[in-house]
């Protein structure tokens, strides 16, 4: 009886093993079954993510998006996402894929199949009025800051600097707004997009890019749902964010978006040609 209690137990962690399998084997097969690929990107993150005068979705990251569907032999969907919804999107399976310029950390990875190697990097910094004369995160103490929903730095920010509740926006046009609207001193955000702001946008000019070294430079990751990173669609996911940086995919994509390549984007690419 028990030989047929252990072989049953056995048979059935079987079938829940090959189910899992299947399950995770099936992503792949749908997505070319459907002939669609759904990917999460921005809207709100120029030259990442934005919307072009006619309402289409543009920038480095649905370039990538698109670059993926090619290679699958199928069309593309984006749907926009946020800071604060990007991660239940994939979770709740309304996208395939995530390209949204997120951070990767390790709780991060604890909820979603962030793929190696990683394909982009940023710094934190301070876009803040000249005005307030904001040199270091030292100057911001008991002192309003804007910031976005589901920020990773959100948390050290405001327990460990201001000591005061940031005024935290779904999207960076609401905390662009309140900046200007002097609402808050400085807007935390991604360095990279902080620098290209400044440069690009003229109401921007009485304002400054502080550089935050608190947070070090930190790489943003593609995500499929964790439970398929390991499997055919996050192996595939892997191949070419690889491909991307040996071939200089990724360079010529910063370039024509940004309108220059970041260091660390030049040496992740040096550094996959060696391998």
Known sequence: MKRKFSAAIAALFGA????GATAQADQLAEIKQKGTLVVGVKTDYPPWGMRDANGNIVGMEPDMAADVAKRLGVKLEL???????????????????MIATMSDTPERRKVVGIIDPVY???GVALLANKAANIKSVEDLKGKPVCALQGAYYNNDMQSKYTQ??????KGIPEAEQALLDG????????????IWKKAQDPKFANFEVV?????????????????????????????????WLKSGTLLELEKKWVGDNTAW???????AKGN
Request: charge should be negative; glycine fraction near 6%; charged fraction near 25%.
């Open 16 to 19: 829940v093993m090959a189910m």
């Open 79 to 97: 749907v926009p996402v946020v800071s604060s919804n990007r991660i239940q999107f994939l979770q709740q399976g309304k996208i395939d894929l």
């Open 120 to 122: 982009y990097a940023s």
């Open 164 to 169: 005061t509740d940031l005024v935290a926006f």
């Open 183 to 194: 609402r808050c001193v400085g807007f935390i955000y991604d360095d990279v997009v902080l």
């Open 211 to 243: 550089p935050l070294p608190q947070w070090p430079v930190v790489p943003w990751g593609i995500a499929v749902k964790l439970e398929e990173r390991d499997g055919p669609w996050g192996k595939f996911m892997a191949e070419t964010i690889t491909d």
């Open 265 to 271: 984007l030049k040496e992740a690419s040096e550094k």
